[in-house]
């Protein structure tokens, strides 16, 4: 992202992404952290691919940390794999903060698909990717997607901004909840719910269902009606339960969404995110350049400091410096 | 084992903004059921500033290189109890070889003789660390053996 990309490309890119498309799983292991890592080479990988993107029903898993998402997820793989998908999963887990470490551990709920070689699971930190993290998980998805995952799940804990916008960036966004969570306005803070096109209420042998059921009901009856209908099902992932009839509905919304035009919709307003994603990225990269030049990051700050300046104005001062 | 950890906090949060991010896989192939070690070292690994995979208990070679295979991993380490490491750890070693995934640094912990540590490492794994060992003794191993950030090339033909 440090220039534009530039037109002359690596042939061992063109190999390596070659390599993907005839479905080689180190090839894509490979790509995917070229994205990740934001390499030099990125934006010509993603210029490669982007010929053979846009077949993939891209699946956004969100909720609370605890709420048996990753067990979902399982059970859904194993779901489309009976249906003869190719499924690819990208289980993001948050960063540190303090020491930029993370613990990833989404995966051991996946075992089961071991030995699957159209199975590939990726596991993700947050990592504070300057351009959202929602911007590189769809780069993630868009390769798994050229290099042949019919569905790709995406999956994130629905705290933080960042996160529930990775989940809503899919086409279909599955928010889960589980009943007996404490006080019921918690477990639907409004803005999750809002991004969601199916409600999962896992865990459904617990007690508390059809009171959550009841809320549920009765916070999207206060929605302004939409011509989807927002189904609330009931699964217990651990037993597999349910879990067909939820890989029924997203393919019955991603029908919706096709047929009526929603789909051009959101495709463009996920790009305008992303396109305005990169230009904050591209331009704090510029001033994060000038940490120590005269006049730079540094001297700004000072001058900040002392008052000699306001936010606005340093913002503006270091902005246009950043391109002399 | 706590002031171990305590101390890597402070040197891997400057680390963590200098150098990259290191995925590390932490694995316990075979039959026994003690993974404290491996969870201890898999949050210590995290407070070195390192993204952590952790696969859980019961693994087969076939599992473990195939999840760091997917997660392009830089490192594997192994945590091994029950002594079934003088078959384990050579098939995992070949496994990783037929994937071309020569470049992906192998250490160990747990229970190993010390004299069978020679013949461990023979197979191409870099370190053995037993019971004792500091996190941050760990970590720095990790730093400074671990392979230079991924680039285009990869080994191994499917």
């Given at each position: 992202m440090s220039s534009a990309p530039t037109r002359e490309v690596n042939p061992a890119l063109i190999e390596l992404v070659q390599r993907g498309i005839n479905g080689d799983r180190r090839a894509l292991a490979r790509c995917i952290t070229l994205i990740e890592n934001r390499a030099v080479e990125a934006p010509a990988l993603m210029h490669q691919i982007y010929p053979h993107i846009g077949?993939?029903?891209?699946?956004?898993?969100?909720?609370?940390?605890?709420?048996?998402?990753?067990?979902?997820?399982?059970?859904l793989i194993k779901e489309f794999r009976k249906r003869g998908r190719k499924v690819?999963?990208?289980?993001?887990?948050?960063?540190?903060?303090?020491?930029?470490?993370?613990?990833?551990?989404?995966?051991?709920?996946?075992?089961?698909?071991?030995?699957?070689?159209?199975?590939?699971?990726?596991?993700?930190?947050?990592?504070?990717?300057?351009?959202?993290?929602?911007s590189m998980t769809n780069d993630v998805a868009r390769v798994m997607d050229a290099f042949g995952k019919e569905i790709v799940i995406l999956e994130t804990v629905g705290v933080g901004q960042d996160e529930v916008d990775v989940a809503k960036a899919a086409h279909t966004t599955l928010l889960v909840e589980v009943p007996g969570m404490g006080d019921d306005i918690q477990a639907i803070k409004a803005g999750v719910l809002e991004i969601a096109d199916m409600i999962i209420i896992n865990k459904a042998d617990r007690e508390g269902v059809e009171k959550l059921q009841?809320?549920?009901?009765?916070?999207?009856?206060?929605?302004?009606?939409?011509?989807?209908?927002?189904?609330?099902?009931?699964?217990?992932a651990v037993q597999g339960e349910?879990?067909?009839?939820?890989?029924?509905?997203?393919?019955?919304?991603?029908?919706?969404?096709?047929?009526?035009?929603?789909?051009?919709?959101?495709?463009?307003?996920?790009?305008?995110?992303?396109?305005?994603?990169?230009?904050?990225?591209?331009?704090?990269r510029r001033?994060?350049?000038?940490?120590?030049?005269?006049?730079?990051?540094?001297?700004?700050?000072?001058?900040?400091?002392?008052?000699?300046?306001?936010?606005?104005?340093?913002?503006?001062?270091?902005?246009?410096?950043s391109f002399e | 084992m706590e002031s171990g950890s305590q101390q890597s906090t402070q040197s891997a949060?400057?680390?963590?903004?200098?150098?990259?991010?290191?995925?590390?896989?932490i694995a316990k192939p075979g039959l026994d059921g003690h993974d404290r070690g491996a969870k201890v070292v898999t949050r210590g690994l995290r407070d070195a500033g390192m993204e952590v995979i952790y696969t859980g208990l019961h693994q087969t070679p076939d599992m473990i290189v195939e999840a760091a295979l997917q997660e392009d991993v830089d490192a594997i380490g192994l945590s091994i109890l029950s002594g079934a490491h003088t078959v384990l750890f050579p098939r995992i070693m070949?496994?990783?070889?037929?994937?071309?995934?020569?470049?992906?640094?192998?250490?160990?912990?747990?229970?190993?003789?010390?004299?069978?540590?020679?013949?461990?490492?023979?197979?191409?794994?870099?370190?053995?660390?037993?019971?004792?060992?500091?996190?941050?003794?760990?970590?720095?191993?990790?730093?400074?053996?671990?392979?230079?950030?991924?680039?285009?090339?990869?080994?191994?033909?499917?």
């Open positions: 077949r993939a029903h891209l699946i956004g898993i969100t909720g609370a940390p605890g709420s048996g998402k990753s067990t979902l997820t399982n059970e690819g999963v990208v289980a993001v887990d948050p960063t540190s903060t303090l020491t930029g470490g993370a613990v990833l551990g989404d995966r051991i709920r996946m075992l089961e698909n071991f030995g699957d070689k159209d199975v590939f699971i990726r596991s993700m930190a947050t990592r504070g990717q300057l351009g959202g993290l929602a009841l809320h549920l009901k009765g916070m999207l009856s206060l929605a302004p009606r939409r011509e989807w209908q927002i189904p609330i099902l009931r699964t217990i349910g879990i067909g009839e939820v890989a029924d509905a997203a393919e019955k919304h991603l029908v919706y969404l096709k047929n009526s035009g929603e789909y051009e919709k959101r495709e463009k307003a996920r790009l305008r995110d992303e396109l305005l994603g990169r230009i904050r990225e591209e331009v704090t001033v994060l350049r000038l940490e120590t030049a005269p006049g730079g990051l540094q001297d700004t700050l000072n001058q900040l400091e002392l008052r000699q300046l306001d936010l606005d104005q340093a913002a503006y001062a270091l902005y246009k410096k | 949060a400057q680390s963590a903004t200098s150098s990259r991010n290191i995925r590390v896989l070949k496994l990783l070889g037929e994937n071309g995934m020569d470049d992906v640094l192998v250490f160990a912990g747990g229970i190993i003789p010390p004299e069978e540590v020679e013949q461990i490492k023979a197979l191409g794994i870099q370190a053995v660390f037993g019971p004792g060992t500091t996190i941050e003794e760990t970590a720095r191993f990790i730093r400074q053996n671990v392979r230079p950030a991924a680039g285009l090339s990869t080994g191994g033909v499917q």
